[in-house]
C-alpha cells in the first residue's frame, strides 16, 4: 500500500514509518525538515507544513490511507486545516485514515469525521517515551524533579501505539472505532523510577515538586498557558481513563502490550551515569 504519514519525525509517527516500511508498504512521510528527518531507508521523505496544506497538496496522488495528528508546529496548537486536509486526502483517493487524539477535541478531529473516508481515532495514555524526559538529569544527578509525586498511569509504549495505528491503515475492519490504547499494569510514578533504576542499574532519587514549580518549568521550557493548564489537570486530577488498564492494544495487534519494565531495559542507555557504558536491548516485535 501508498501510507502517507504526517507527525512522521514525532514519538508515535516516526515508529509507524518504521513499521510501515518493515511491513513492506511504500511509506510518504511529511517534515517541515525532511533533510534532518533520518527515515528509514526506502521511506520518502516530503516537505511539508501541516498548518499550510498546499505545501504537500502533490503528496497525496496515490495514497490509499493516511495518518494524521491534530496539532501543528512546536507550541502544539491545535490544527485549524482539517477541512483543507480532509478536502487533498478525498480528491487523492484516500480511503483510511487513523488520527492520533490528545487533549481536547480539535477541528481536525471533526473534520475527518464528518468527512466521508472511513476513519480510526487513537487515543493514548500516557507515553512511556515522556520518560525520556527525566534522562539529563538522571544521568548527571541521580535524581528525578516531578509534581504530583502520587500519581498512577497505565503509562503505554509507543511502538504499541504505533502498531495499531499499522493495523488501523493496513486492514479492513477498524473504521468508525476510537481506540483508547494503555499499557498492560498501572504503575505509580515511583514505581516507574524503581524499575529505571533497576535497567540502569543505579539508584534515582525523587524529588517533588510544587504545582509553582513546576508551572514555571514548563514555561521556561516554552510550553503556552493552555499548555500548562493540561499539564496541570491531567498529573494533579488524571482521569479515569489514564488509569484504567483495558486490552485493546492485545485485541488489535494479537499480542500483549510492552510492560514499562521492557521499555526501561530498551532506554537504559539514556539513564545511565556518565561515563558509563550500557548496550541498548534492543525493542521487543
Request: proline share 6%; charged share 20%; hydrophobic share 45%.
Amino acid at each position: 500500500m501508498n501510507i502517507f504519514v504526517t507527525g512522521a519525525t514525532g514519538t508515535v509517527g516516526r515508529e509507524i514509518v518504521k513499521q510501515l516500511a518493515e511491513g513492506g508498504h511504500h511509506v510518504r512521510a511529511l517534515s517541515r525538515n525532511p533533510g534532518k528527518a533520518k527515515l528509514p531507508a526506502g521511506v520518502e521523505a516530503v516537505a511539508g507544513d501541516l498548518a499550510a496544506p498546499e505545501t504537500f497538496a502533490a503528496a497525496f496522488e496515490g495514497v490509499e490511507a493516511l495518518h494524521l495528528i491534530n496539532f501543528g508546529g512546536d507550541d502544539y496548537a491545535p490544527l485549524q486545516t482539517g477541512e483543507q486536509i480532509v478536502a487533498l486526502a478525498r480528491q487523492g483517493g484516500v480511503r483510511r485514515i487513523t488520527v492520533l487524539l490528545g487533549g481536547s477535541p480539535t477541528p481536525l478531529d471533526a473534520a475527518v469525521a464528518a468527512g466521508g473516508i472511513a476513519s480510526t481515532f487513537l487515543q493514548p495514555v500516557e507515553f512511556m517515551a515522556n520518560h525520556l524526559e527525566w534522562a539529563a538529569s538522571i544521568r548527571s544527578e541521580g535524581l528525578v524533579r516531578e509534581p504530583f509525586c502520587d500519581r498512577l498511569s497505565a503509562v503505554v509504549h509507543e511502538a504499541d501505539i504505533a502498531a495499531v495505528a499499522v493495523a488501523a491503515l493496513t486492514q479492513e475492519g477498524h473504521a468508525g472505532k476510537t481506540y483508547t490504547l494503555t499499557g498492560p499494569e498501572v504503575l505509580s510514578l515511583r514505581q516507574k523510577i524503581d524499575l529505571l533504576a533497576a535497567a540502569a542499574g543505579r539508584e534515582i532519587k525523587l524529588v517533588e515538586l510544587t504545582e509553582q514549580q513546576a508551572r514555571e518549568r514548563w514555561a521556561a521550557a516554552g510550553f503556552p498557558p493552555e499548555a500548562i493548564e493540561f499539564f496541570v489537570e491531567i498529573y494533579g486530577n488524571t482521569p479515569e481513563i489514564g488509569t484504567t488498564v483495558v486490552p485493546t492494544i492485545e485485541q488489535v495487534t494479537g499480542r500483549p502490550a510492552r510492560t514499562f519494565a521492557q521499555w526501561a531495559a530498551e532506554h537504559a542507555a539514556a539513564f545511565a551515569a556518565r561515563g558509563e557504558q550500557l548496550t541498548p536491548v534492543q525493542p521487543s516485535p
